[in-house]
């Protein structure tokens, strides 16, 4: 269980960085950080069976995915 520590303090990290650049105005770098942290914490929550740190990670995810689709140009 090493490793979900290491994801929750991963996470946690790029979470704190991506609002740090959001607040900067460093776009798209700021969605690419958040979205590694909230991935990381929704794996975190899926792997401790944690539905509440699952559904709040994991609901951000699809707005994280049009921010992604943003940047390459598809919408």
Avoid: E
């Avoid at 539905?51 to 992604?68: E, S």
């Amino acid at each position: 269980m090493k490793y979900v520590a290491w994801l929750k303090w991963g996470g946690t990290a790029f979470v704190l960085t991506g609002i740090l650049l959001t607040n900067l105005n460093i776009y798209p770098l700021n969605i690419i950080v958040h979205g590694t942290g909230s991935i990381g914490w929704t794996a975190a929550g899926i792997i401790t069976k944690d539905r509440a740190l699952t559904v709040n990670f994991a609901m951000q995810l699809p707005l994280f995915a049009l921010g992604y689709m943003k940047i390459g140009g598809l919408i």
